[in-house]
């Protein structure tokens, strides 16, 4: 099905060493909000810079691609040593195309990793890629998200509260 993620883990930080060697995954197309920190937030959640470190030791070559414009993206990729593309307009694949190429990576060995069904998941299975969908850090409270989060559960059935 176009809308179940390849593989659904708790976070980004429980991509390992194993998990990419289990997976044949050798780069990481990131999501920014809920995957790397909480909704609108200027710093990564806890853990995160420590998991790009070793992510780096390891060798994986990794992008972000957000929707959000680039003044959102930008302060906090930097922060993260990361290049970005903002404005990716997932689930239309694009901008997760245009981040493969600027990895020089395989598409088949490239991951999509966010919290989104319908952004995250959707392109990544469009692009040809391994999509992966992490829980939110946080549950959004704006009614937008609630419907969005409620019609993600029709196509695909995550229940937050007993993982």
């Given at each position: 099905?176009?809308?179940?993620p390849k593989?659904?883990?708790k976070?980004?930080l ?23 920190s909480?909704?609108?937030d ?5 853990g995160?810079?420590e998991?790009?470190?070793k ?5 994986v070559k ?12 930008a302060?906090?990729?930097a ?17 997760l195309n245009?981040?493969v190429?600027a ?9 999509v ?14 692009a ?12 959004e409270?704006?009614l ?20």
């Open positions: 099905m176009i809308f179940k593989i659904w883990i976070n980004v429980s991509i390992d060493k194993e998990f990419l060697e289990k997976n044949g995954i050798d780069a990481l197309i990131l999501d920014l909000d809920n995957t790397l909480l909704h609108g200027p710093a990564a959640e806890e995160i810079p998991w790009l470190g992510m780096n030791e390891l060798g990794m992008r972000v691609v957000s929707n959000n414009t680039p003044k959102r993206v302060p906090l990729a922060k993260l040593g990361l290049e970005f593309t903002a404005n990716g307009a997932k689930p239309l694949t694009f901008g245009s981040a190429k990895l020089g990576t395989e598409k088949k060995r490239t991951a990793v966010g919290d989104q069904i319908f952004t995250d998941v959707l392109g990544g299975n469009l040809g890629m391994i999509s992966i969908l992490v829980d939110p850090f946080q549950l409270k704006s937008p998200f609630r419907i969005k989060r409620s019609i993600e559960n029709l196509v695909f059935r995550r229940d937050l509260k007993k993982r």
